[in-house]
C-alpha cells in the first residue's frame, strides 16, 4: 500500500479532513490521526507555557543576579512575556490547572539559560522557583 496523503502531504492532508469533517463524513474521515494531532496540539500548548515562563523566568534572574545591566530592554522583555503568557493562558484556560507542573519545568530551564546568559554558575541560582506565579506576573514586580 503507498503512502497516505497524511504522510506525503500535511497540509493537503488538513484541508482534506476538514472538508470531510464539515461535511459530516465521520467514516470517510482519518479519525485514528485526526485524534492524535488533536492531543499533539494540546502538548504544543502547554510546551509554550513552559517556554514563556522559561524565558520570563530567565529575564526575572538576569534581572536580579545582574543588578548592573538592568535597562528598559530588559524590562520590555519581562512586560512582553507577562503579556504574551496572559494571552496564552486567556486563549487556554485549562492550563492554569498546569501551572504548577509548568513552573517547574519552566524555572528548571531558566536556571541553565540564565547561567549561559550571565556566566554566573547554575548554583547561584535558588534551586527551586523563588516567586509565586502571581508574583512573576505582576507588572509591579522587578526582584532585588
Known amino acids: ?28 474521515s ?3 490521526n485526526i485524534a492524535e494531532e488533536i492531543e499533539d496540539m494540546g502538548k504544543n500548548l502547554r510546551r509554550e507555557l513552559e517556554s514563556r515562563l522559561k524565558i520570563l523566568f530567565i529575564h526575572l534572574l538576569k534581572w536580579q543576579y545582574q543588578p548592573g545591566y538592568r535597562g528598559n530592554s530588559w524590562r520590555y522583555g519581562i ?6 503568557l ?11 490547572a498546569r501551572l504548577p507542573q509548568a513552573m517547574q519545568r519552566g524555572y ?9 546568559e ?19 506576573m505582576d507588572n509591579e514586580f522587578f526582584p532585588e
Open 108 to 116: 528548571k530551564y531558566a536556571v541553565n539559560g540564565a547561567a549561559k
Open 30 to 32: 482519518d479519525v485514528g
Open 79 to 84: 512586560e512582553e512575556q507577562r503579556a504574551e
Open 1 to 28: 500500500m503507498g503512502e497516505s496523503l497524511y504522510e506525503t502531504d500535511f497540509y493537503g492532508w488538513t484541508r482534506q479532513q476538514a472538508e470531510l469533517l464539515r461535511a459530516g463524513k465521520l467514516v470517510q
Open 86 to 96: 496572559t494571552d496564552h493562558i486567556d486563549d487556554n484556560p485549562s492550563l492554569k
Open 118 to 136: 550571565t556566566g554566573l554558575s547554575k548554583t547561584t541560582f535558588p534551586a527551586t522557583c523563588p516567586w509565586s506565579f502571581e508574583q512573576a
